[in-house]
């Protein structure tokens, strides 16, 4: 079975500055599915970033990137230039690829403060 | 278009009685999740369906979770027998398909089993 491991349970930033959240997992497979969610006090969890494990590129989307370490089994997400509205909790997720049982494992999550 | 949408979103249940979560799917999508969120365990997934038929139950032991496809976008989640420990919040998520791997997700039901 796959697992998700978020080991730093809260982290805070300065407004502007860059913060990275970790996130390390273990699996059998070699092809697979990372995720980052971002899930603010109102609850409603929304997709950050993907990364497909085949992909040696590490993911963008504008402030925010991945390190996706295969090796390691490690999956950090860096948020550049913070932001107040970045505040809430991240989850970092697993996926086995679709069609073949795509649930989705989450790590126990981080709560990120952006502070003015 | 509107998102998945959940009610009710907080729900308080004398324990030992039987409640019913429903979820709104996003139109089109065809397989809908399940997961409980707990503070400090993270989330877990209960059961997912794909288009009318139930698909999985893993994650709980319990036969007391069972979810229902009433419509195509529509799932409820029923609880048997509530116990303390499912007080948690109740997420659902929908996704095009078993070969889409972006799910979305809806506000969640807060559940409190007194």
């Given at each position: 079975a796959q697992t998700v491991t978020q080991s730093q349970p809260e982290m805070s930033v300065q407004e502007a500055e860059t913060v990275t959240l970790s996130c390390t997992y273990d699996t059998s497979e070699n092809n697979y599915y990372l995720f980052w969610y971002k899930q603010p006090p109102s609850r409603q969890m929304i997709l950050v970033i993907r990364q497909e494990a085949y992909k040696q590129q590490n993911a963008t989307e504008n402030r925010f990137s991945v390190n996706f370490q295969k090796a390691a089994k490690s999956f950090s997400l860096k948020i550049s230039d913070s932001q107040l509205g970045d505040t809430a909790?991240?989850?970092?997720?697993?996926m086995n690829p679709p069609g073949a049982n795509s649930k989705l494992t989450f790590g126990k999550g981080i709560t990120l403060s952006v502070r003015p | 278009g509107a998102g998945v949408s959940q009610s009710p979103r907080y729900k308080v249940a004398k324990r030992g009685r039987d409640v019913a979560l429903r979820c709104d799917s996003i139109s089109g999508h065809v397989t809908l999740y399940w997961y409980r969120q707990t503070l400090g365990q993270g989330s877990e997934v209960l059961t997912y369906s794909q288009s009318d038929a139930q698909r999985d139950k893993s994650g709980r032991p319990s036969g007391r979770f069972s979810a229902e496809r009433p419509e195509r976008s529509v799932s409820t989640l029923k609880i048997q027998r509530t116990e303390q420990g499912d007080s948690?919040?109740?997420?659902?998520?929908?996704?095009?398909?078993l070969a889409e791997n972006e799910q979305f997700f809806g506000p969640g039901t807060r559940l409190t089993v007194l």
């Amino acid at each position: 079975a796959q697992t998700v491991t978020q080991s730093q349970p809260e982290m805070s930033v300065q407004e502007a500055e860059t913060v990275t959240l970790s996130c390390t997992y273990d699996t059998s497979e070699n092809n697979y599915y990372l995720f980052w969610y971002k899930q603010p006090p109102s609850r409603q969890m929304i997709l950050v970033i993907r990364q497909e494990a085949y992909k040696q590129q590490n993911a963008t989307e504008n402030r925010f990137s991945v390190n996706f370490q295969k090796a390691a089994k490690s999956f950090s997400l860096k948020i550049s230039d913070s932001q107040l509205g970045d505040t809430a909790m991240y989850f970092c997720a697993f996926m086995n690829p679709p069609g073949a049982n795509s649930k989705l494992t989450f790590g126990k999550g981080i709560t990120l403060s952006v502070r003015p | 278009g509107a998102g998945v949408s959940q009610s009710p979103r907080y729900k308080v249940a004398k324990r030992g009685r039987d409640v019913a979560l429903r979820c709104d799917s996003i139109s089109g999508h065809v397989t809908l999740y399940w997961y409980r969120q707990t503070l400090g365990q993270g989330s877990e997934v209960l059961t997912y369906s794909q288009s009318d038929a139930q698909r999985d139950k893993s994650g709980r032991p319990s036969g007391r979770f069972s979810a229902e496809r009433p419509e195509r976008s529509v799932s409820t989640l029923k609880i048997q027998r509530t116990e303390q420990g499912d007080s948690a919040v109740y997420l659902c998520a929908s996704s095009l398909g078993l070969a889409e791997n972006e799910q979305f997700f809806g506000p969640g039901t807060r559940l409190t089993v007194l």
